[in-house]
């Protein structure tokens, strides 16, 4: 073993990196319950950092839920917010590419429900008196006056 030495603050190697500590790490947030199944989302360093619905159902089955490259995650706020909701087997997300709102069944395919722009959304609630999704949107737009989007699911 060599004997230690003396190095200027922050200028000794090391051979633990960030990339080594978090690259088989998988963050877990955004706990939902559905009827039976239990819905998370989990971080995943290794698929470059994209966030992940996953689905458990009752039997102990564990699925995911968004196929690549989807990634719901959303900038509102510039931190980001909820980025998604599930109301009875149909999953609400907002995509980090575009940032537009997604609308999937369970075992589909994720379709848009808001028109392409520079708008944000996160934070969704289902107003089930109205059949409606509610959200904080946020417009980025510049040179536009804000507009409403509506839709119902």
């Not at 030495?5 to 790490?25: C, K, Q, V």
């Not at 089955?61 to 690549?68: E, F, G, K, W």
């Not at 917010?81 to 069944?105: A, I, P």
């Not at 520079?118 to 999704?133: C, G, I």
């Amino acid at each position: 073993m060599s004997p230690p030495r003396s190095a200027p603050f922050g200028s000794w190697l090391s051979p633990i990196s960030a990339d080594l500590i978090t690259s088989g790490t998988v963050g877990l947030e955004q706990v939902v319950l559905d009827g039976e199944d239990t819905y998370w989302l989990e971080g995943r360093p290794a698929e470059g950092g994209r966030y992940v619905i996953v689905r458990r159902t009752l039997d102990g089955r564990i699925s995911d839920c968004l196929p690549p490259p989807f990634n719901a995650r959303t900038r509102v706020h510039e931190y980001g917010g909820s980025s998604y909701l599930v109301r009875d087997r149909t999953v609400y997300f907002s995509n980090f590419t575009d940032q537009r709102l997604y609308r999937q069944e369970v075992e589909g395919v994720p379709e848009p429900i808001t028109p392409p722009g520079d708008q944000r959304f996160a934070d969704a609630y289902f107003d089930a008196q109205r059949n409606r999704l509610v959200c904080v949107q946020e417009d980025h737009s510049t040179g536009k006056e804000p507009r409403k989007i509506g839709s119902r699911p």
